[in-house]
């Protein structure tokens, strides 16, 4: 089959093998920024965009993509090249591949190159929303303190630069500043990240930095910025080699960075916007008064579903999720901490069946055609446990309820931390506390207890008796007998 580089010039080519934009991409005028353009921002809030592109012939609500790290230049040079466009190829549970050219990112900055140029570009009036895919990390803030944290280097650069900031805070202060001193309206800043409460730790985070560095500014912000809340959902894979020549083959494509993702797809949304919004409802997005309970819900068991997984399944010498989730013992393992730790603590899910959707959890983690990669479940271990799994034990905890589950998994990371599997083989880890994590982990081999000393992790875990029991024995009982041993001999425990 004959191949072309996908972009604007090439598009009418691939018409007749995969859906492409049916709008005139060079009359939508970019309405939202968005901050962290990678493969779930491209699969979710892109998807749903391009999609009310096709319904809105105005085309007001195109996206504005913008790489803020240096380490994002490769994206950032792709979708250069390509004209902003990529393919989504959903991986449908049967094998089948649905394919479809997405063109809603029709503008693309690199931070690095032109700090200026970005805050110039959030600060346009055109641009009535800033939407943000950084990270549980990128938050930069303490579990140990709940609090801002100020002694991050690259916050110090940016009080310091504030004209050449490099993180987002920088950026969105200097950007909301000029929309003031124009006398511009307001805009609304949404979080798309796996945080309960994502808004209003955007909020929070930002006003900490924004006292400090613009104390002036605080006011005008409480007054014309919103920060709605948000809960969303898409497993989307990293895209490897044999999906990129896969697309090339079949369809004739020459994209050099396509997503790949599953067919579920989920956005929840306060209805909480400053200064207008699209009508994604109209493609699937639902806006509700309180998105708090389905955050709750998803984080604690998706997000933490997907940690449990990736963290027993790492250290048994599985390489991707379904894998793990496919062997039974630890599926039993990860039905019996939703049932007996997660259930007890969720509440106010109206019109949601949770039996129904921790079934579905486990058919989604089990598609074996997405290949999840359990490195990259894994990478920032160290964020995503304070926001997918501690809430959960403190719960259980202040209800005297079971953590035995969770204690298992936290004693199993502990041991992951040490950097090799069951099998002796290096574990790929990737975390910005990898330094601190293993120096608690190797210390953790004469006292177990040292890896919860890490307070920006466990906060004050470490003083609960109940937990540290629980962990102690499972750190000591995985020692001994290995993961899928005691996993069998927990899993049984409930049985009997």
Not at 34 to 44: E, N
Not at 324 to 331: D, R, W
């Amino acid at each position: 089959m004959k191949t072309y580089k996908l972009n604007n010039h090439n598009l009418s080519q691939f018409s007749e093998v995969v859906s492409i934009p049916q709008y005139d991409r060079s009359k939508v005028k970019a309405g939202i920024v968005h901050v962290g353009v990678g493969g779930f921002h491209r699969a979710h809030e892109a998807y749903y965009t391009d999609q009310l592109l096709h319904k809105e012939t105005e085309g007001n609500w195109g996206i504005c993509g913008i790489a803020l790290l240096e380490y994002d230049a490769k994206i950032y040079n792709t979708l250069k090249d390509q004209d902003g466009l990529y393919t989504l190829i959903v991986k449908e549970l049967d094998g089948t591949l649905t394919k479809r050219v997405i063109g809603s990112i029709v503008e693309y900055l690199y931070a690095p190159e032109n700090p200026i140029k970005v805050v110039e570009k959030m600060a346009n009036p055109d641009i009535k929303i800033i939407t943000l895919t950084i990270t549980e990390g990128g938050y930069n803030y303490s579990e140990a303190t709940g609090e801002f944290n100020f002694e991050n280097s690259a916050i110090q650069f940016d009080l310091e630069n504030p004209q050449a900031p490099k993180t987002i805070f920088g950026f969105l202060t200097q950007a909301l500043k000029m929309r003031k001193e124009k006398g511009l309206k307001g805009v609304t800043i949404q979080s798309c990240d796996n945080i309960q409460g994502n808004g209003q730790m955007a909020e929070k985070m930002l006003l900490s930095y924004v006292k400090v560095a613009e104390p002036t500014l605080v006011s005008w912000i409480n007054e014309n910025v919103s920060f709605p809340n948000a809960m969303v959902d898409r497993i989307t894979p990293a895209t490897n080699a044999t999906d990129i020549s896969s697309l090339k083959e079949t369809s004739g494509i020459d994209d050099a960075w396509p997503v790949v993702c599953e067919p579920f797809k989920q956005w929840v949304i306060e209805d909480n916007f400053a200064a207008g919004r699209p009508a994604w409802e109209t493609v699937g997005a639902q806006f509700v008064d309180d998105v708090v309970p389905f955050e709750k819900m998803k984080l604690s068991l998706l997000n933490a579903g997907h940690t449990v997984l990736g963290i027993l399944g790492d250290l048994m010498g599985y390489a991707t999720i379904d894998e793990s989730v496919h062997n039974k013992e630890i599926q039993n393992f990860l039905h019996n901490y939703m049932n007996i730790e997660v259930t007890p603590t969720l509440a106010g899910l109206e019109g949601v069946n949770l039996e129904e959707y921790k079934e579905s959890l486990l058919q989604r983690f089990g598609n074996i055609y997405i290949k999840d990669q359990i490195d990259r479940i894994c990478s920032e271990s160290s964020a995503k446990f304070p926001i997918f799994i501690l809430p959960t034990v403190n719960k259980q905890l202040e209800n005297k309820g079971s953590v035995q589950f969770a204690a298992f998994v936290v004693a199993a990371w502990a041991i992951y931390s040490l950097g090799k599997n069951e099998n002796g083989k290096p574990l790929l880890i990737k975390d910005a506390m990898q330094g601190i994590l293993n120096d608690k982990a190797i210390a953790s081999k004469e006292n177990p207890t040292e890896f919860l000393e890490i307070a920006a992790v466990f906060g004050k875990l470490k003083e609960s008796k109940t937990f540290v029991d629980a962990y102690t024995t499972s750190y000591q009982n995985i020692t001994k007998n290995g993961v899928e041993k005691c996993v069998i001999i927990m899993n049984n425990s409930i049985l009997n």
